[in-house]
């Protein structure tokens, strides 16, 4: 085969820069540390590479999301912290006002006291995070979802839901717990009662102790004289009654034109308590033996579960032959001895919601920790891939130069020569 100067020349060029290309290649690796400066050059790496880039973002992501939930969980615990030290102080108050020796103006300087807590606790229940959303609101986070009425009730604006984030590709945690479940579901007794409503029950306690009692005894001899203040609708009442023969449970179902139950129930009690009836509504209890005594008590009217501020329906107890109130015996939801209970509902409540609250925090640990072994390892993952070997690649650069070079003095000298030259 017949190989001419100019072939020669052609195929030496390709071959330097087929040896230029690599060095420059070799170069952009040293120079970037990249071990794939071009997907063409090794486009299965290179795939896999793009791949893992998505998943350490995703888990950013979700470690970022993550922050947000301690974040979250964190302002609660504080918040909750907050609301069960205040819910403690209640409790204090009220043994302290729970006694014979304090005074009226006393309870109502605890009632002040009670109000500003109120207050503190609507303040707390609205509370929000670092971007100014709402904790209790559920998934509603825009606006405060705990609001005070005109008649200084609270209601709950907010929905049934709890905000959560994605903190894995299957596992999203809450940020939060229900504003509904913590502030407005106490249980007590069976029945759910909201903080503010307990609240309100103590301040009214506090304020209608010297006004209203829940147990009244007297003697008979010149008979007993009451009358119920019952609604114009039909309700329920029921009251111990104890005479001459014994106790009893009186109950009927009655309103502000009739008493006609409870007249037929105390009758047939065999309490040895006769009862009549007044065309004014006015009942007269009657019973043998001057000095046998009535007592009522255990006053339960339907529909009142916490105190009132003004109670409209009582049990008037009248000075025999007047119109004179002797006293006025309330629902047993009016008793300061009543809210004790209430308050340690409250207390244990907030507690409980306090308790998931920190189950939550030690969830999200546990799943920063995942997160962070998930991110070590695709980092690695990616640094093998992309990372470039510099030693090795400086080495075969070094091989190259050396290797061009001679090649360069080579391709010199040969085609410095004739035809002549190897004929001489």
Same mark, same amino acid.
């Given at each position: 085969?017949?190989?001419?100067?100019?072939?020669?020349?052609?195929?030496?060029?390709?071959?330097?820069?087929?040896?230029?290309?690599?060095?420059?290649?070799?170069?952009?690796?040293?120079?970037?540390?990249?071990?794939?400066?071009?997907?063409?050059?090794?486009?299965?790496?290179?795939?896999?590479?793009?791949?893992?880039?998505?998943?350490?973002?995703?888990?950013?992501?979700?470690?970022?999301?993550?922050?947000?939930?301690?974040?979250?969980?964190?302002?609660?615990?504080?918040?909750?912290?907050?609301?069960?030290?205040?819910?403690?102080?209640?409790?204090?108050?009220?043994?302290?006002?729970?006694?014979?020796?304090?005074?009226?103006?006393?309870?109502?300087?605890?009632?002040?006291?009670?109000?500003?807590?109120?207050?503190?606790?609507?303040?707390?229940?609205?509370?929000?995070?670092?971007?100014?959303?709402?904790?209790?609101?559920?998934?509603?986070?825009?606006?405060?979802?705990?609001?005070?009425?005109?008649?200084?009730?609270?209601?709950?604006?907010?929905?049934?839901?709890?905000?959560?984030?994605?903190?894995?590709?299957?596992?999203?945690?809450?940020?939060?717990?229900?504003?509904?479940?913590?502030?407005?579901?106490?249980?007590?007794?069976?029945?759910?009662?909201?903080?503010?409503?307990?609240?309100?029950?103590?301040?009214?306690?506090?304020?209608?102790?010297?006004?209203?009692?829940?147990?009244?005894?007297?003697?008979?001899?010149?008979?007993?004289?009451?009358?119920?203040?019952?609604?114009?609708?039909?309700?329920?009442?029921?009251?111990?009654?104890?005479?001459?023969?014994?106790?009893?449970?009186?109950?009927?179902?009655?309103?502000?034109?009739?008493?006609?139950?409870?007249?037929?129930?105390?009758?047939?009690?065999?309490? #040895?308590?006769?009862? =009549?009836?007044? &065309?004014?509504?006015? @009942?007269?209890? /009657?019973?043998? !033996? *001057?000095?046998?005594?009535? $007592?009522?008590?255990?006053?339960?009217?339907?529909?009142?579960?916490?105190?009132?501020?003004?109670?409209?329906?009582?049990?008037?107890?009248?000075?025999?032959?007047?119109?004179?109130?002797?006293?006025?015996?309330?629902?047993?939801?009016?008793?300061?001895?009543?809210?004790? #209970?209430?308050?340690? =509902?409250?207390? &244990?409540?907030?507690? @409980?919601?306090? /308790?998931?609250? !920190? *189950?939550?925090?030690?969830? $999200?640990?546990?799943?920063?920790?995942?997160?962070?072994?998930?991110?070590?390892?695709?980092?690695?993952?990616?640094?093998?891939?992309?990372?470039?070997?510099?030693?090795?690649?400086?080495?075969?650069?070094?091989?190259?130069?050396?290797?061009?070079?001679?090649?360069?003095?080579?391709?010199?000298?040969?085609?410095?020569?004739?035809?002549?030259?190897?004929?001489?």
């Amino acid at each position: 085969m017949t190989i001419s100067t100019r072939l020669f020349s052609l195929q030496m060029l390709d071959q330097f820069k087929e040896i230029e290309g690599r060095l420059q290649g070799l170069q952009t690796q040293i120079g970037t540390g990249n071990r794939i400066p071009q997907s063409s050059e090794q486009p299965m790496d290179a795939v896999t590479l793009s791949a893992r880039r998505e998943l350490e973002s995703n888990i950013s992501q979700y470690q970022k999301n993550l922050r947000k939930v301690n974040d979250r969980l964190g302002l609660v615990d504080t918040t909750l912290e907050e609301c069960v030290n205040m819910a403690i102080r209640l409790k204090e108050l009220h043994v302290a006002s729970n006694t014979s020796t304090t005074t009226q103006s006393e309870r109502l300087a605890a009632r002040e006291e009670v109000l500003r807590i109120k207050e503190t606790l609507l303040s707390m229940a609205n509370s929000t995070d670092s971007a100014g959303d709402a904790l209790y609101g559920g998934f509603s986070t825009e606006e405060s979802p705990f609001k005070e009425q005109l008649d200084g009730t609270v209601k709950y604006y907010g929905d049934g839901g709890e905000h959560r984030l994605s903190v894995s590709e299957s596992v999203k945690l809450p940020t939060s717990l229900n504003g509904s479940n913590v502030f407005m579901e106490i249980d007590v007794q069976g029945k759910n009662k909201s903080v503010f409503e307990l609240l309100d029950s103590l301040a009214n306690a506090l304020f209608t102790t010297d006004s209203f009692s829940q147990v009244h005894t007297g003697g008979i001899g010149a008979d007993v004289s009451i009358k119920f203040n019952a609604s114009r609708a039909q309700q329920e009442w029921s009251f111990k009654l104890t005479g001459p023969s014994g106790s009893a449970v009186i109950s009927g179902s009655i309103n502000s034109e009739s008493s006609a139950e409870i007249v037929t129930a105390i009758n047939n009690s065999g309490t #040895g308590i006769t009862a =009549s009836v007044s &065309t004014n509504g006015v @009942v007269t209890l /009657t019973g043998a !033996g *001057a000095d046998e005594t009535i $007592a009522i008590s255990e006053v339960s009217i339907e529909d009142y579960d916490i105190a009132q501020m003004e109670p409209d329906h009582y049990i008037s107890v009248y000075e025999p032959g007047t119109n004179t109130i002797l006293q006025k015996i309330s629902d047993q939801s009016q008793s300061l001895d009543v809210q004790g #209970g209430q308050l340690q =509902s409250l207390i &244990t409540g907030l507690a @409980v919601s306090r /308790t998931k609250v !920190g *189950a939550r925090l030690n969830n $999200a640990e546990v799943q920063e920790s995942v997160l962070e072994s998930r991110m070590i390892a695709i980092k690695t993952e990616i640094g093998n891939l992309q990372d470039a070997d510099i030693e090795t690649l400086i080495t075969e650069l070094q091989t190259i130069l050396v290797n061009r070079d001679a090649a360069r003095q080579t391709y010199t000298t040969v085609s410095n020569k004739s035809l002549f030259d190897f004929l001489s």
